[in-house]
């Protein structure tokens, strides 16, 4: 009954930037927290930025200081600001989010279908 959807990727060249959003629809009660994360071919999904309803965030060392993580709370999105891009950042970059659907300090955890970054040299 929730649903996230990623949206901004596309082609862009080296040092260039992009904006990914993160839409959440569905029952939904209180996003906990919400994640980027990262799959390149031949590699493991890795964490590339997280945020916690505090507001706290966290980033890789690869992307410190290039990309910044943020959220709507009223209108259920998330984004991902990213800045100075390398081809080494090239990937399906994935939204994830703790979402609680009823009242209570519980959630779940939803995964968006990707949305492929290709940054070129």
């Known amino acids: 009954q929730v649903q996230l959807v990623e949206s901004g990727g596309g082609l862009v060249q080296a040092g260039g930037s992009l904006v990914l959003s993160c839409a959440a629809s569905?029952?939904?009660?209180?996003?906990?927290?919400v994640g980027w994360y990262r799959q390149a071919p031949g590699k493991q999904r890795e964490l590339v930025a997280e945020?916690?309803?505090?507001?706290?965030?966290n980033y890789a060392d690869s992307v410190k200081g290039r990309f910044t993580i943020s959220t709507d709370t009223a209108k259920n999105l998330a984004y991902l600001q990213m800045n100075s891009l390398k081809p080494e950042d090239t990937a399906v970059y994935y939204c994830?989010?703790?979402?609680?659907?009823?009242?209570?300090?519980?959630?779940?955890?939803?995964w968006g279908q990707g949305t492929q970054v290709t940054v070129s040299s």
């Open positions: 994830s989010a703790n979402i609680a659907i009823v009242n209570g300090p519980f959630g779940y955890d939803y």
């Open positions: 569905g029952t939904i009660f209180n996003i906990n927290a």
């Open positions: 945020i916690t309803t505090g507001g706290a965030t």
